[in-house]
Structure formats: structure tokens, C-alpha cells
């Protein structure tokens, strides 16, 4: 009965490959974010979306790009991967009108 | 520019004690507040949350404190377990959709000593 799953948790690649983490929510919220969690332990915002609009955090590389192909889910892909991509990776949703976010497990990604 | 700040790293407390966790936010527009625990290898898990328009929020042994006019927030655990040994992030929404995601701080290890 996991709320917010994420697949895989760990994620070992070579700098310049092409990767996808996988989200997905089953308590039927309308919003889904991605978060960083970087080597300063900083969680920031990367991306949120809903069935409306994408908003994008200015500071994230446009190698990385979001796909929602329905409501339940919210996949980051990220292009060309680098050494300093290397973190922890939170999916997270939120019901419309609530202002709770739950979150996912992870995805730790090591970039060689 | 860190907007919100939890400037204690870690935090030590005995068994049974009162644990206070602190955060400092700079930004006036944030209208509500959350405090989120994480335990090592997983996700943050919501603990607790308060609106800017109260001033206390109580839940079983959690209760969140807010001073508006200081930008100051705490959250109390009492009486302190060992299972809340963990990180604790603050962290702050805007009014609106919350379409800009939440801003947090970096977190408290508390650590409950026997």
C-alpha cells in the first residue's frame, strides 16, 4: 500500500549516459514534484507538476526533463548525465488545495 | 540565500526529556509551515504542519510553535523516544497552488540518548 513509489532506488552509471527515474502515487493527488537532495543534504525543488502546467525550477539543467504520462505519474529523465548530477532524488505529490507533500523513498544516483 | 534555516546540525537529548527543534525563515511571504522527519535511506514523512494565521499546533507529542513577527518556528517533542531519533527538516509554502514546491531548511539530527 506504498503512497509514493519510486524505481530504483539505487542508480550507478558512467557521466554521459542517458537515465530515467520512475514515480508513481496511488492516493490520487493532482500535483507531483521532484526534489534534490544534494551533497550539502539541501532538499531543493526541481520540478512541479499537475494535469495543467509544468513549472520549472530556473536553475535546473534542461538535460533534465519531466514525463507525466498520466495523473499517477511523474518520470524525470536526464540526459548526458554528469559527475555533479550524483544525489538523492524525491519524487513527492500533494492533493489541490492541500499544502501537505508526501514523499517518496528515493533514488540515490551515482554518477562515475 | 537560504530562506529557511535550522542552524543547530544536530541536537542531543535524553530519553523521557523535552526535545526543541528550531527554524528561522526570511521569506514573509510563506503562509504555512511543515516539519518533516527522515529516517536514514528513506524519504522525508510528515510530522506536522501550521498555518501563519495560528500561533501553536498540537499533535499527540508533537506541538509546532510559530512567532510570526520573529520568523521563528519550533517544533517540541515530548516526552523525547528513541524511535525520534532522526533528521528533522523544516520547511515552508507560499500562498497559491504551492506550485513552487516547498523551501526547506537543512535539517536537525536528533539523537534520544537512553
Known amino acids: 500500500d506504498t503512497a509514493v513509489s519510486q524505481t530504483p532506488k539505487y542508480l550507478v552509471t558512467q557521466m554521459g549516459n542517458d537515465k530515467s527515474i520512475k514515480c508513481e502515487q496511488n492516493?490520487?493527488?493532482?500535483?507531483m514534484y521532484w526534489y534534490k537532495q544534494d551533497s550539502k543534504k539541501f532538499l531543493k525543488i526541481m520540478f512541479s507538476?499537475?494535469?495543467?502546467?509544468?513549472?520549472i525550477n530556473e536553475t535546473v539543467p534542461n538535460r533534465f526533463s519531466p514525463k507525466s504520462p498520466d495523473k499517477a505519474h511523474l518520470n524525470l529523465h536526464i540526459n548526458s548525465l554528469e559527475l555533479g548530477d550524483s544525489a538523492v532524488y524525491f519524487c513527492?505529490?500533494?492533493?489541490?488545495?492541500?499544502?501537505?507533500?508526501?514523499f517518496g523513498p528515493g533514488t540515490r544516483l551515482l554518477v562515475l | 540565500d537560504q530562506q529557511v534555516k535550522q542552524n543547530s546540525p544536530s541536537l542531543s537529548v535524553q530519553e523521557g526529556r523535552i526535545s526543541i527543534l528550531n527554524c528561522d525563515y526570511t521569506?514573509?511571504?510563506?503562509?504555512?509551515f511543515l516539519w518533516y522527519k527522515k529516517y536514514p535511506a528513506e524519504g522525508p514523512t510528515f510530522l506536522i504542519s501550521?498555518?501563519?494565521?495560528?500561533d501553536k499546533n498540537e499533535d499527540g507529542r508533537f506541538t509546532v510553535f510559530l512567532n510570526k513577527s520573529a520568523k521563528h518556528l519550533s517544533l517540541h517533542i515530548v516526552p523525547s523516544q528513541p524511535g525520534d531519533s532522526a533528521v528533522y527538516f523544516c520547511a515552508a509554502s507560499k500562498p497559491g497552488g504551492g506550485a513552487d514546491g516547498l523551501t526547506f531548511g537543512k535539517g536537525t539530527h536528533l539523537i534520544i540518548q537512553p
Open positions: 492516493l490520487g493527488h493532482d500535483t
Open positions: 507538476y499537475n494535469n495543467k502546467e509544468l513549472i
Open positions: 513527492a505529490s500533494r492533493l489541490e488545495g492541500g499544502k501537505t507533500q508526501y
Open positions: 501550521i498555518s501563519s494565521i495560528k
Open positions: 521569506n514573509s511571504m510563506f503562509d504555512y
